[in-house]
């Protein structure tokens, strides 16, 4: 056998906090710095060959239903890998599903959004019920008995994943199920019945979920209709006495990628619930959970694009092709700083999110920015990862579509976060609607990308341009019942977002990063694929710092 010869070596036994100097500066940055230490504990973690071999068998080993026990009975259990419990032990360990609600201090949010980026960045699967674990706590709240009852268990540190009822366990997930057959974006069209027990809150649901994900939660936060319209309730997987609830996993669903994490279809045949915030009021009650998971949304595509550029990164560090290493060829480097600009500008975008988020308790402004921003970041950071993860991909050659890369998983997982929590289109009405009916949120986005007018000449024409995108969208819409600006909408949100990013950019990166994200995308100067940069961009300055973490060690 002949030695083998300029493959890479597989990259592990790195921090993935540590090595992300943008991540890090934001952390300090939005008032997070007293969680640095528990960010970095976790990065260390998370770069190690144990937890990417928990990723890869999580991954290999998919989630089996059980919906029959040996004697018949219904069971309706999901069955994991031990892989999958470990990575929900350590995401659940690092309080990934409940920081802001244990720590009231200022840069909570911003401190999880980092948790939160870095691990998808391993395994994003399980992320899932952890975020819907996160999020689902804030309209529980508006029901102070049930809030009583589950918060303890929901803010637990400590990931209980036995079957049995919750009253038993020392901890609680929560799923989500408003997607049904006939429709998800429209949940209008739900069929699911609640029908009440008595004068009580608690009520009996007869129909189905379509998408159910994380079906081994321990209670569901679903929408039914009961006579005075869709309302939110809270499902249990065991009735308060402790009795199996009457609700039935038909099937996993066989999905593209994240498939560590089991979705499923559900049937409910008089299944326990309990009425959660107004009834009728059910889309309300349950936004908050969204807005929340619209937020991991925008995060974890972040985490995917830097895992991406990463492994992009060190793979060039290390191959050779015609004499030299490949992060030395000049066409490399164009389409490395490309996506190094775009994964810097994905990081900034969602820890300025974070920290509205943050902030929004107690700042008007902060709260309308938080409703648009959330709004148009989701959308154009999940339109960009897959485009992002398929070009780093390509940066490792055939390497790259092979299983053993890791890139597969990425590239797979990539479009998954501009589907679910509101579909691209859906997400655009959305920043439509906030527009129009809050206009606050109009204040709130002008007023930001106003404060970086002046500090580079072509962001504000493009800044100006947006602006004047934007009042003709409201102008289009008020007037004519929607539709010109309907058709405008992607073309708005990814303005905002990109306006926005610049900003940040020239706020926040170094000069010679802001000039070359500036330049290509907001001037026109940039083609439709990565690696388009105008040539007088300073590929050193973008490229050095960023790929210095991955270089091979010296000698
Ligand atoms: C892996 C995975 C896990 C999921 N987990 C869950 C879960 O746990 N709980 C849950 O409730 N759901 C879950 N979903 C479902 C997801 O939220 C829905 O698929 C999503 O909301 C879209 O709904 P739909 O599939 O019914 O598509 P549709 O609503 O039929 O939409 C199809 C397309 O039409 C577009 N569209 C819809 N309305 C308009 C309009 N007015 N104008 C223009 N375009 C429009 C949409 O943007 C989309 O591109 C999951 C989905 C996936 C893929």
């Known amino acids: 056998m002949r030695d083998t010869l300029n493959q890479v070596p597989q990259l592990s036994g790195y921090n993935l906090f540590l090595t992300d100097r943008t991540l890090v500066e934001a952390v300090n940055r939005e008032g997070a710095s007293w969680a640095l230490e528990q960010v970095s504990e976790l990065g260390q973690i998370l770069g190690t060959e144990e937890a990417q071999t928990w990723a890869v068998e999580a991954n290999e080993n998919v989630p089996a239903l059980h919906t029959h026990d040996r004697n018949g009975n219904r069971r309706d259990e999901v069955l994991f890998h031990p892989s999958w419990h470990s990575l929900m032990k350590t995401s659940i360990g690092h309080r990934l599903h409940s920081l802001p609600w244990i720590e009231k201090k200022k840069g909570s949010h911003v401190a999880r959004a980092a948790l939160m980026m870095i691990t998808a960045q391993n395994e994003a699967g399980h992320t899932c019920p952890v975020s819907m674990t996160f999020s689902g706590l804030a309209p529980l709240r508006v029901e102070p008995d049930l809030a009583r009852e589950w918060e303890p268990r929901v803010l637990s540190s400590a990931y209980d994943p036995r079957f049995m009822p919750v009253h038993e366990k020392r901890g609680a997930l929560l799923g989500m199920g408003m997607t049904e057959k006939q429709g998800g974006s429209d949940v209008r069209a739900n069929t699911t019945r609640a029908e009440r027990i008595g004068n009580s809150r608690e009520y009996l649901i007869t129909g189905h979920k379509w998408f159910c994900s994380a079906p081994m939660c321990d209670a569901f936060l679903i929408l039914a209709q009961t006579e005075k319209g869709l309302s939110c309730f809270l499902l249990p997987r065991w009735t308060p006495s402790g009795d199996k609830n009457k609700f039935f996993i038909q099937r996993l669903k066989d999905k593209m990628g994240n498939r560590s994490n089991a979705s499923s279809e559900m049937e409910f045949q008089g299944a326990w619930a309990h009425l959660v915030g107004q009834e009728g009021r059910g889309v309300s009650?349950?936004?908050?959970?969204?807005?929340?998971?619209?937020?991991?949304?925008?995060?974890?595509?972040?985490?995917?694009?830097?895992?991406?550029?990463?492994?992009?990164?060190?793979?060039?560090?290390?191959?050779?092709?015609?004499?030299?290493?490949?992060?030395?060829?000049?066409?490399?480097?164009?389409?490395?700083?490309?996506?190094?600009?775009?994964?810097?500008?994905?990081?900034?975008?969602?820890?300025?999110?974070?920290?509205?988020?943050?902030?929004?308790?107690?700042?008007?402004?902060?709260?309308?920015?938080?409703?648009?921003?959330?709004?148009?970041?989701?959308?154009?950071?999940?339109?960009?990862?897959?485009?992002?993860?398929?070009?780093?991909?390509?940066?490792?050659?055939?390497?790259?579509?092979?299983?053993?890369?890791?890139?597969?998983?990425?590239?797979?997982?990539?479009?998954?976060?501009?589907?679910?929590?509101?579909?691209?289109?859906?997400?655009?009405?959305?920043?439509?609607?906030?527009?129009?009916?809050?206009?606050?949120?109009?204040?709130?986005?002008?007023?930001?990308?106003?404060?970086?007018?002046?500090?580079?000449?072509?962001?504000?024409?493009?800044?100006?341009?947006?602006?004047?995108?934007?009042?003709?969208?409201?102008?289009?819409?008020?007037?004519?019942?929607?539709?010109?600006?309907?058709?405008?909408?992607?073309?708005?949100?990814?303005?905002?977002?990109?306006?926005?990013?610049?900003?940040?950019?020239?706020?926040?990166?170094?000069?010679?990063?802001?000039?070359?994200?500036?330049?290509?995308?907001?001037?026109?100067?940039?083609?439709?694929?990565?690696?388009?940069?105008?040539?007088?961009?300073?590929?050193?300055?973008?490229?050095?710092?960023?790929?210095?973490?991955?270089?091979?060690?010296?000698?």
């Open 285 to 555: 009650t349950i936004i908050e959970m969204v807005n929340y998971t619209r937020l991991d949304c925008g995060v974890a595509s972040a985490g995917l694009m830097r895992q991406a550029l990463v492994q992009a990164l060190h793979h060039c560090s290390h191959r050779q092709a015609f004499g030299k290493l490949l992060i030395d060829h000049l066409l490399m480097r164009n389409v490395l700083a490309d996506l190094a600009l775009e994964s810097e500008a994905a990081t900034l975008l969602v820890m300025r999110l974070a920290s509205a988020f943050d902030a929004r308790e107690s700042d008007e402004h902060e709260k309308a920015f938080c409703r648009i921003a959330t709004a148009f970041s989701k959308y154009w950071l999940c339109k960009r990862t897959p485009v992002h993860v398929g070009e780093a991909l390509e940066c490792l050659g055939g390497n790259g579509y092979v299983e053993d890369s890791g890139m597969p998983r990425l590239y797979r997982e990539a479009p998954l976060y501009g589907i679910w929590e509101g579909s691209g289109n859906v997400i655009c009405l959305d920043i439509l609607r906030a527009l129009t009916r809050e206009p606050a949120t109009v204040d709130a986005v002008l007023h930001e990308l106003r404060s970086a007018l002046g500090k580079d000449s072509r962001l504000d024409t493009y800044l100006t341009q947006t602006e004047s995108e934007l009042t003709g969208c409201l102008k289009q819409g008020l007037k004519n019942g929607g539709g010109e600006a309907e058709i405008q909408a992607r073309r708005l949100a990814e303005q905002l977002a990109i306006a926005l990013q610049g900003s940040l950019m020239l706020r926040y990166s170094h000069p010679d990063v802001a000039d070359a994200f500036v330049a290509s995308r907001t001037t026109g100067d940039h083609g439709q694929t990565f690696g388009t940069l105008p040539a007088n961009v300073k590929f050193t300055s973008i490229l050095d710092p960023v790929a210095a973490p991955f270089r091979p060690a010296a000698g």
